[in-house]
């Protein structure tokens, strides 16, 4: 099965810096989301977006749905210490809305230095 | 509280054994999925249902097996003939008809160590 292309995997940052992460894929999707996983949890839906060129914020949390359909970018803005955790993108094919199913991308790993 | 609920958190299991997963939710949603995380490949899709006595192979049902006797529960097998079985097992709901599309509920999670 496709998997979207995640990076960075893995970001060592300050607190207080900004991070993005973004996903990629060669087909286009129709729905785009961003779930965070905290140690030892399940993913928890972030944001979530639908229409092409999108822009949507959760609190310091800003993402982007890609012109193309084919790419989503998340922005985190003043990072703390409880950003720690693994960020994955996902994504809805066409026609695939009834299924639930989604393609997730690797993950990518944060960790914050207070 | 409403949620998923799956056990044991972690398991371990001899080579040629089969295992069984519990995942039990109380959010009265019709779909359920089950996905296998491994370090640096993200959630990969195992079996779904949309509804009780249903089911579909995800990406990697090979080795695996799966029931949905009730709406509340889908529980995940993972025989013998699963060559790689040692991994973090994520179950998942997703109501239909209301809510943000495309949003799964998840359990914590069980991790399964084959010795």
């Known amino acids: 099965g496709q998997q979207l292309n995640q990076s960075p995997q893995s970001m060592f940052i300050q607190e207080g810096e900004d991070v993005s992460m973004n996903c990629t894929s060669s087909s286009i999707f129709n729905t785009w989301l961003w779930y965070k996983q905290d140690p030892g949890e399940g993913p928890v839906l972030l944001i979530a977006?639908?229409?092409?060129?999108e822009l949507t914020s959760n609190g310091r949390l800003t993402a982007q749905f890609g012109i193309t359909r084919k790419d989503s970018f998340l922005n985190i803005s003043a990072s703390i210490p409880s950003d720690v955790g693994i960020y994955f993108c996902a994504g809805i094919y066409p026609g695939s809305s009834n299924t639930g199913k989604l393609i997730f991308g690797q993950g990518t790993t944060l960790q914050v230095k207070p | 509280d409403g949620g998923i609920t799956q056990s044991p958190k972690y398991l371990f299991r001899k080579e040629g054994q089969n295992v069984t997963l519990s995942c039990e939710q109380n959010?009265?949603?019709?779909?359920m999925y089950w996905y296998r995380q491994d370090p640096g490949q993200g959630l990969r899709l195992i079996y779904y249902s949309q509804i009780v006595n249903d089911f579909q192979k995800g990406d990697i049902a090979e080795g695996y097996s799966v029931s949905r006797e009730k709406k509340e529960s889908f529980p995940l097998t993972v025989t013998s003939a699963q060559k790689n079985p040692t991994a973090f097992y994520l179950c998942?709901?997703?109501?239909?008809?209301?809510?943000?599309?495309?949003?799964?509920?998840f359990g914590e999670g069980s991790r399964l160590t084959v010795l």
């Open positions: 959010l009265n949603h019709d779909a």
């Open positions: 977006l639908y229409k092409a060129g």
């Open positions: 998942a709901s997703r109501g239909t008809g209301t809510g943000v599309i495309g949003e799964l509920f």
